[in-house]
């Protein structure tokens, strides 16, 4: 699976066209916590006890149960397969969903730890009811990247990333496009061994 675009967005990841209808809000709900994800993380990058080899498993053990909190795998799961995702039985979806879910909890947290200080500027947000768009941007020594958070609100009033965009591209356009291309041609069981074979590259 092509990985250009996602590698670069997973590096900085946590330091159709755009429908929402603005609002002037310097700081909704969707951004503080998508906010306070962001900082949980990068404290646990830059806590000094959780550097080095010895340490992998307590780190990535932070870093997955932060990634949990604010990611929604199962909805993008349900996106990136789109029209296929009908034709799956509820214990393919739950098998997906984890496969899935493994594959991008195990790229994330295999770039973060390569985070080097970058500052995260936000930008500015736009809410419509229960979807939320949330603007960012990665300032580096050598260029500024946008990155924008997809979000929609949750029952209990969590917000809940469900696509992210970089320089225009959307994560779960490019694996929806990947998954439709494979299912055209192949068996569902084939796009399920890609997915192990690139959990256990």
Known sequence: MKQSKIAVLVLIFFSACVFFSAQ?????????QLKLTIDQVLEILQDQSLKG???????????????????????????????????????????????????????????????TSEKVVYVKEFVKKKKAQVYTKIITDSVDIPIDYRMYKT?????????????????????????????QKDTYEKLLGELKKKIES
């Open 155 to 183: 029952k209990d009033g969590s917000w809940m990333v469900y696509d992210i965009v970089i320089e225009g591209v959307s994560l779960v356009g490019n694996y929806r496009s990947q998954f439709d291309q494979i299912l």
């Open 24 to 32: 002037d809000a310097l700081a909704s709900p969707a951004r503080d």
């Open 53 to 115: 080899e010895e340490h992998t498993k307590a780190r990535r053990a932070s870093l997955r149960r932060v990634i949990h909190e604010r990611f929604s795998f199962a909805k993008m799961s349900q996106l990136s397969l789109a029209r296929h995702w009908r034709k799956r039985s509820k214990e393919e979806k739950k098998i997906f969903i984890g496969l899935f879910g493994k594959l991008l909890e195990q790229t994330y947290i295999s770039k973060m730890e390569a985070y």
